[in-house]
Protein backbone atom coordinates (compact mmCIF):
# COMPACT_ATOMS: atom_id res chain seq x y z
CA UNK A 1 0.00 0.00 0.00
CA UNK A 2 1.19 3.70 -1.02
CA UNK A 3 2.27 5.67 2.34
CA UNK A 4 3.48 9.73 1.95
CA UNK A 5 6.99 10.44 1.58
CA UNK A 6 9.22 10.13 4.35
CA UNK A 7 10.15 13.22 6.20
CA UNK A 8 12.88 14.71 7.87
CA UNK A 9 12.71 16.25 11.45
CA UNK A 10 16.35 17.72 11.59
CA UNK A 11 17.37 18.21 15.19
CA UNK A 12 13.92 20.09 15.96
CA UNK A 13 11.66 18.25 18.46
CA UNK A 14 8.68 18.02 17.00
CA UNK A 15 8.59 13.95 16.46
CA UNK A 16 5.04 13.93 18.19
CA UNK A 17 3.72 16.56 15.74
CA UNK A 18 4.92 14.67 13.15
CA UNK A 19 3.42 11.54 14.24
CA UNK A 20 0.23 12.76 14.21
CA UNK A 21 0.05 14.66 11.31
CA UNK A 22 1.57 11.36 9.26
CA UNK A 23 -1.66 9.51 10.91
CA UNK A 24 -3.55 11.74 8.94
CA UNK A 25 -1.60 11.58 5.50
CA UNK A 26 -2.04 7.85 5.48
CA UNK A 27 -5.58 7.68 6.54
CA UNK A 28 -6.74 10.34 3.46
CA UNK A 29 -4.75 8.02 1.40
CA UNK A 30 -6.11 4.79 2.21
CA UNK A 31 -9.54 6.34 1.82
CA UNK A 32 -8.99 6.92 -1.77
CA UNK A 33 -7.72 10.96 -1.64
CA UNK A 34 -4.36 11.81 -3.08
CA UNK A 35 -1.28 12.06 -1.60
CA UNK A 36 -0.74 14.89 0.48
CA UNK A 37 1.74 16.77 2.95
CA UNK A 38 0.40 18.71 5.50
CA UNK A 39 2.29 20.81 7.76
CA UNK A 40 3.93 19.54 11.14
CA UNK A 41 5.37 22.74 11.88
CA UNK A 42 1.86 24.56 11.69
CA UNK A 43 0.62 22.05 14.46
CA UNK A 44 3.59 22.31 16.44
CA UNK A 45 3.11 25.94 16.95
CA UNK A 46 -0.53 26.18 17.40
CA UNK A 47 -0.22 23.46 19.89
CA UNK A 48 2.02 26.35 22.19
CA UNK A 49 0.03 29.31 20.77
CA UNK A 50 -3.50 30.81 21.11
CA UNK A 51 -6.27 31.34 18.83
CA UNK A 52 -9.74 31.71 18.73
CA UNK A 53 -11.68 30.47 16.27
CA UNK A 54 -14.28 32.27 14.14
CA UNK A 55 -17.48 31.52 15.89
CA UNK A 56 -15.57 32.45 19.64
CA UNK A 57 -15.82 29.04 21.34
CA UNK A 58 -12.04 29.34 21.84
CA UNK A 59 -12.45 32.44 23.89
CA UNK A 60 -10.74 32.62 26.99
CA UNK A 61 -8.35 29.59 26.68
CA UNK A 62 -4.73 30.03 26.48
CA UNK A 63 -1.67 28.56 25.50
CA UNK A 64 1.85 29.97 26.09
CA UNK A 65 5.34 29.13 26.07
CA UNK A 66 6.88 30.07 29.27
CA UNK A 67 9.87 33.23 28.36
CA UNK A 68 12.61 32.22 25.81
CA UNK A 69 11.22 28.72 25.00
CA UNK A 70 10.74 27.85 21.58
CA UNK A 71 8.11 25.21 20.59
CA UNK A 72 10.10 24.01 18.01
CA UNK A 73 12.48 22.09 20.50
CA UNK A 74 10.07 21.75 23.97
CA UNK A 75 9.14 18.78 22.82
CA UNK A 76 5.44 17.37 23.14
CA UNK A 77 3.42 14.67 23.08
CA UNK A 78 0.51 13.14 21.30
CA UNK A 79 -2.41 14.42 23.97
CA UNK A 80 -0.76 18.08 22.77
CA UNK A 81 -1.84 16.94 19.27
CA UNK A 82 -4.52 15.33 19.44
CA UNK A 83 -6.60 18.33 21.23
CA UNK A 84 -4.78 21.12 18.59
CA UNK A 85 -6.35 18.79 15.85
CA UNK A 86 -10.30 18.52 17.58
CA UNK A 87 -9.65 21.97 17.63
CA UNK A 88 -8.93 22.46 13.77
CA UNK A 89 -6.14 24.07 14.34
CA UNK A 90 -4.58 21.80 11.47
CA UNK A 91 -3.81 20.01 9.33
CA UNK A 92 -2.78 22.58 7.22
CA UNK A 93 -0.84 22.31 3.76
CA UNK A 94 2.99 21.91 3.85
CA UNK A 95 3.38 25.07 1.88
CA UNK A 96 1.40 27.21 4.52
CA UNK A 97 4.27 26.66 7.60
CA UNK A 98 6.98 24.82 5.88
CA UNK A 99 9.33 23.21 7.85
CA UNK A 100 12.84 25.47 7.33
CA UNK A 101 15.03 26.68 9.91
CA UNK A 102 14.30 29.94 8.16
CA UNK A 103 10.48 29.49 8.69
CA UNK A 104 11.20 28.48 12.38
CA UNK A 105 13.68 31.33 13.27
CA UNK A 106 10.59 33.86 11.90
CA UNK A 107 7.88 32.21 13.90
CA UNK A 108 9.87 32.35 17.15
CA UNK A 109 11.06 36.12 15.95
CA UNK A 110 7.71 37.49 15.03
CA UNK A 111 4.77 34.39 15.76
CA UNK A 112 2.12 33.01 13.38
CA UNK A 113 -0.96 35.41 13.00
CA UNK A 114 -4.51 33.90 14.25
CA UNK A 115 -5.72 33.81 10.74
CA UNK A 116 -3.18 31.01 9.90
CA UNK A 117 -4.52 28.98 12.58
CA UNK A 118 -7.96 27.44 10.79
CA UNK A 119 -6.42 27.57 7.22
CA UNK A 120 -7.02 23.72 7.17
CA UNK A 121 -6.74 21.45 4.68
CA UNK A 122 -7.90 18.20 6.41
CA UNK A 123 -9.53 17.71 9.84
CA UNK A 124 -9.08 15.15 12.38
CA UNK A 125 -12.27 13.43 12.73
CA UNK A 126 -12.25 10.91 15.07
CA UNK A 127 -9.07 9.61 17.07
CA UNK A 128 -8.72 6.02 18.96
CA UNK A 129 -6.33 4.94 21.71
CA UNK A 130 -5.40 1.56 22.14
CA UNK A 131 -3.92 -0.31 24.45
CA UNK A 132 -0.40 -1.32 22.54
CA UNK A 133 -0.36 -5.21 24.90
CA UNK A 134 -3.14 -6.16 22.24
CA UNK A 135 -1.65 -6.91 19.50
CA UNK A 136 -3.93 -7.93 17.76
CA UNK A 137 -6.06 -4.66 18.17
CA UNK A 138 -2.98 -2.95 16.82
CA UNK A 139 -3.11 -4.68 13.65
CA UNK A 140 -6.78 -4.19 13.63
CA UNK A 141 -6.57 -0.40 13.49
CA UNK A 142 -3.18 -0.66 11.09
CA UNK A 143 -5.66 -2.57 8.74
CA UNK A 144 -8.77 0.09 9.44
CA UNK A 145 -7.24 3.38 9.90
CA UNK A 146 -3.80 2.51 8.01
CA UNK A 147 -1.26 3.32 10.90
CA UNK A 148 -0.89 3.78 14.71
CA UNK A 149 1.10 6.34 16.24
CA UNK A 150 3.24 5.02 19.36
CA UNK A 151 6.35 6.08 21.31
CA UNK A 152 9.66 4.61 22.48
CA UNK A 153 12.70 4.95 23.94
CA UNK A 154 15.34 5.42 20.69
CA UNK A 155 18.64 4.51 21.70
CA UNK A 156 22.29 5.14 19.66
CA UNK A 157 20.92 8.16 17.75
CA UNK A 158 22.49 11.13 19.06
CA UNK A 159 23.64 9.43 22.04
CA UNK A 160 24.01 5.70 23.45
CA UNK A 161 23.94 3.95 26.46
CA UNK A 162 22.76 0.54 25.12
CA UNK A 163 23.37 -1.50 21.57
CA UNK A 164 19.44 -1.42 20.74
CA UNK A 165 19.79 -0.78 17.13
CA UNK A 166 20.99 -2.93 13.98
CA UNK A 167 22.00 -0.94 11.27
CA UNK A 168 22.33 -3.86 9.29
CA UNK A 169 18.89 -5.01 9.20
CA UNK A 170 17.41 -1.83 10.27
CA UNK A 171 16.32 -3.44 13.25
CA UNK A 172 15.82 -2.44 17.28
CA UNK A 173 14.79 -3.90 20.05
CA UNK A 174 15.79 -2.63 23.53
CA UNK A 175 15.16 -4.84 26.42
CA UNK A 176 15.76 -2.01 29.18
CA UNK A 177 12.97 0.41 30.41
CA UNK A 178 14.55 3.75 30.11
CA UNK A 179 10.79 5.68 29.77
CA UNK A 180 9.94 6.86 26.43
CA UNK A 181 11.85 9.74 23.68
CA UNK A 182 10.85 9.71 20.28
CA UNK A 183 7.39 9.44 18.56
CA UNK A 184 6.99 7.34 15.06
CA UNK A 185 4.51 5.37 13.36
CA UNK A 186 3.78 1.93 12.73
CA UNK A 187 2.27 0.83 9.11
CA UNK A 188 2.92 -2.60 9.28
CA UNK A 189 4.04 -5.97 10.81
CA UNK A 190 5.81 -8.99 10.36
CA UNK A 191 5.29 -12.06 13.07
CA UNK A 192 8.39 -14.06 11.61
CA UNK A 193 10.52 -11.42 11.93
CA UNK A 194 13.49 -13.26 13.46
CA UNK A 195 14.65 -12.40 16.64
CA UNK A 196 18.32 -13.08 15.31
CA UNK A 197 18.04 -10.03 13.23
CA UNK A 198 18.05 -7.50 16.69
CA UNK A 199 21.97 -7.17 17.89
CA UNK A 200 19.98 -7.92 21.61
CA UNK A 201 17.76 -10.65 21.39
CA UNK A 202 14.65 -10.62 22.38
CA UNK A 203 12.64 -13.08 23.95
CA UNK A 204 10.79 -14.09 20.42
CA UNK A 205 10.19 -13.22 16.95
CA UNK A 206 8.05 -10.79 15.40
CA UNK A 207 8.28 -6.84 14.93
CA UNK A 208 6.19 -3.85 13.76
CA UNK A 209 7.30 -2.34 10.78
CA UNK A 210 8.27 1.20 11.83
CA UNK A 211 8.20 4.73 9.83
CA UNK A 212 10.62 7.27 11.79
CA UNK A 213 10.78 11.16 10.76
CA UNK A 214 14.68 11.43 10.54
CA UNK A 215 14.47 11.14 6.50
CA UNK A 216 14.80 8.80 3.96
CA UNK A 217 18.76 7.73 5.31
CA UNK A 218 17.60 6.08 8.02
CA UNK A 219 17.16 2.66 8.31
CA UNK A 220 15.87 0.83 5.24
CA UNK A 221 14.20 4.21 3.45
CA UNK A 222 13.36 5.38 6.50
CA UNK A 223 11.62 2.53 7.84
CA UNK A 224 12.89 -0.03 10.85
CA UNK A 225 11.99 -2.94 12.35
CA UNK A 226 10.91 -2.31 16.31
CA UNK A 227 10.52 -5.90 18.11
CA UNK A 228 6.81 -7.12 19.50
CA UNK A 229 9.32 -7.71 22.64
CA UNK A 230 11.02 -3.94 23.19
CA UNK A 231 10.17 -3.14 26.81
CA UNK A 232 10.16 0.90 25.95
CA UNK A 233 7.67 0.96 23.99
CA UNK A 234 4.34 2.90 25.55
CA UNK A 235 1.45 1.84 26.93
CA UNK A 236 -0.95 3.59 24.31
CA UNK A 237 -0.98 3.92 20.80
CA UNK A 238 -3.21 6.06 18.53
CA UNK A 239 -5.29 5.75 15.29
CA UNK A 240 -6.99 8.44 13.88
CA UNK A 241 -9.80 8.95 10.84
CA UNK A 242 -9.42 12.09 8.80
CA UNK A 243 -11.72 13.78 6.40
CA UNK A 244 -11.00 16.60 3.73
CA UNK A 245 -11.63 20.23 5.33
CA UNK A 246 -14.61 20.94 3.06
CA UNK A 247 -16.81 18.23 4.89
CA UNK A 248 -17.03 20.38 7.37
CA UNK A 249 -17.83 24.57 7.70
CA UNK A 250 -18.05 25.28 11.38
CA UNK A 251 -17.21 23.77 14.83
CA UNK A 252 -18.61 24.45 17.72
CA UNK A 253 -16.94 24.01 20.39
CA UNK A 254 -15.85 25.80 24.44
CA UNK A 255 -12.49 22.72 24.32
CA UNK A 256 -9.14 25.02 24.32
CA UNK A 257 -7.28 23.16 26.64
CA UNK A 258 -4.40 21.09 26.44
CA UNK A 259 -5.34 17.86 28.37
CA UNK A 260 -8.63 15.76 28.91
CA UNK A 261 -10.01 14.83 32.52
CA UNK A 262 -13.13 12.85 33.33
CA UNK A 263 -16.14 13.13 34.62
CA UNK A 264 -18.58 10.64 35.92
CA UNK A 265 -21.60 10.04 37.80
CA UNK A 266 -21.40 8.91 41.06
CA UNK A 267 -25.01 8.08 42.21
CA UNK A 268 -24.87 5.87 39.27
CA UNK A 269 -21.06 4.70 37.88
CA UNK A 270 -22.54 2.89 35.15
CA UNK A 271 -24.34 5.58 33.38
CA UNK A 272 -23.60 9.32 32.73
CA UNK A 273 -24.55 12.29 30.15
CA UNK A 274 -23.00 15.40 29.80
CA UNK A 275 -24.45 18.38 27.36
CA UNK A 276 -23.22 21.39 26.05
CA UNK A 277 -26.19 24.35 25.05
CA UNK A 278 -25.09 26.77 21.52
CA UNK A 279 -26.09 29.74 19.95
CA UNK A 280 -26.49 28.77 15.89
CA UNK A 281 -24.26 32.09 14.90
CA UNK A 282 -22.41 30.16 11.34
CA UNK A 283 -24.97 31.57 8.84
CA UNK A 284 -26.03 34.79 9.16
CA UNK A 285 -28.04 34.78 6.41
CA UNK A 286 -30.29 31.89 7.44
CA UNK A 287 -30.16 27.86 8.74
CA UNK A 288 -27.38 26.57 9.54
CA UNK A 289 -27.54 22.68 8.85
CA UNK A 290 -25.86 20.48 11.69
CA UNK A 291 -24.42 17.13 10.19
CA UNK A 292 -22.45 15.71 13.10
CA UNK A 293 -21.22 15.28 16.41
CA UNK A 294 -18.34 14.69 19.00
CA UNK A 295 -18.08 13.45 21.90
CA UNK A 296 -14.48 11.64 23.74
CA UNK A 297 -14.57 8.58 25.63
CA UNK A 298 -12.59 6.43 28.40
CA UNK A 299 -14.93 3.59 27.82
CA UNK A 300 -14.30 0.51 25.02
CA UNK A 301 -17.51 -0.85 24.31
CA UNK A 302 -20.00 1.42 25.62
CA UNK A 303 -22.96 2.12 24.11
CA UNK A 304 -23.45 6.33 23.57
CA UNK A 305 -26.66 7.86 22.72
CA UNK A 306 -26.29 10.79 20.72
CA UNK A 307 -29.35 13.22 20.92
CA UNK A 308 -29.52 16.78 19.32
CA UNK A 309 -32.57 19.72 20.91
CA UNK A 310 -33.38 22.63 19.27
CA UNK A 311 -35.55 25.55 20.49
CA UNK A 312 -34.58 25.37 24.22
CA UNK A 313 -37.24 26.93 26.34
CA UNK A 314 -34.86 26.85 29.27
CA UNK A 315 -31.09 27.93 28.58
CA UNK A 316 -30.06 25.94 31.90
CA UNK A 317 -32.21 22.80 30.79
CA UNK A 318 -30.73 20.94 27.36
CA UNK A 319 -33.33 18.78 27.09
CA UNK A 320 -36.01 21.41 26.96
CA UNK A 321 -36.50 21.96 23.11
CA UNK A 322 -37.45 19.74 20.91
CA UNK A 323 -35.94 16.47 20.33
CA UNK A 324 -34.56 16.43 16.43
CA UNK A 325 -31.93 13.41 16.52
CA UNK A 326 -31.03 10.32 18.17
CA UNK A 327 -28.19 8.14 17.04
CA UNK A 328 -26.65 5.12 18.90
CA UNK A 329 -23.69 3.26 19.26
CA UNK A 330 -20.88 1.43 20.43
CA UNK A 331 -17.55 2.18 21.21
CA UNK A 332 -14.27 0.13 19.88
CA UNK A 333 -11.68 2.14 21.52
CA UNK A 334 -11.20 5.07 24.17
CA UNK A 335 -11.22 7.96 22.40
CA UNK A 336 -12.93 10.97 20.42
CA UNK A 337 -15.93 9.91 17.67
CA UNK A 338 -17.19 11.89 15.53
CA UNK A 339 -20.69 10.48 15.47
CA UNK A 340 -22.99 11.33 11.83
CA UNK A 341 -26.24 12.05 12.55
CA UNK A 342 -28.93 10.22 10.45
CA UNK A 343 -30.77 13.35 9.09
CA UNK A 344 -29.23 16.82 8.69
CA UNK A 345 -30.19 19.56 11.72
CA UNK A 346 -31.04 22.85 10.61
CA UNK A 347 -30.91 25.41 13.09
CA UNK A 348 -32.41 29.11 12.71
CA UNK A 349 -29.25 31.59 13.15
CA UNK A 350 -29.77 33.09 16.74
CA UNK A 351 -31.68 29.88 18.23
CA UNK A 352 -30.28 28.20 20.96
CA UNK A 353 -29.28 24.04 20.14
CA UNK A 354 -28.43 21.62 22.32
CA UNK A 355 -25.73 18.33 22.24
CA UNK A 356 -26.87 15.60 24.56
CA UNK A 357 -24.64 12.58 24.67
CA UNK A 358 -25.41 9.42 26.96
CA UNK A 359 -22.73 6.76 28.02
CA UNK A 360 -23.99 3.56 29.31
CA UNK A 361 -21.08 0.86 30.74
CA UNK A 362 -22.57 -2.37 30.15
CA UNK A 363 -19.56 -4.10 31.92
CA UNK A 364 -19.89 -3.46 35.27
CA UNK A 365 -17.26 -0.62 35.00
CA UNK A 366 -17.76 3.26 35.11
CA UNK A 367 -18.81 4.99 32.60
CA UNK A 368 -16.89 8.50 32.12
CA UNK A 369 -16.52 10.96 29.38
CA UNK A 370 -13.93 13.54 28.35
CA UNK A 371 -13.81 17.19 29.26
CA UNK A 372 -11.04 18.92 28.20
CA UNK A 373 -8.71 21.31 30.96
CA UNK A 374 -5.62 23.56 31.51
Request: a negative charge; zero cysteines; hydrophobic letters at 45%.
Given at each position: EKLPSIKDQGSYGICWAMSAITLLEINM???GYAEDDYSDLHLAYYAYHTAVDELGGLEGDERNLQGGMSFATSGGNYDMAVSTLKNWKG??????VPLTDDVIKRLEEEGLAEEYAFDDAAYMKSFYAIDMMAVEDVKRA????????????MDGAFWSKTDCYNPDNAAYYCPHDFGTNHG??????????????FSTTPPRNGAWIVRNSWGSDYGN???FYLSYADVTIGETGYAAEAVPASRYDHNYQYDGGVYSDYIYDFRN??????ANVFTAKGN???AERITAVSFETYDVNCQYIVAVYKGLSDGTNPESGELVSWQEGTTSYVGSYTVELPQSIYVDEGSTFSVVVTLVNTNDGIAAIAVERD
Open positions: MKNAAEEELIVDYGAVAITYYVVIVGWDDNYAASNAGYYSEVKAPTG
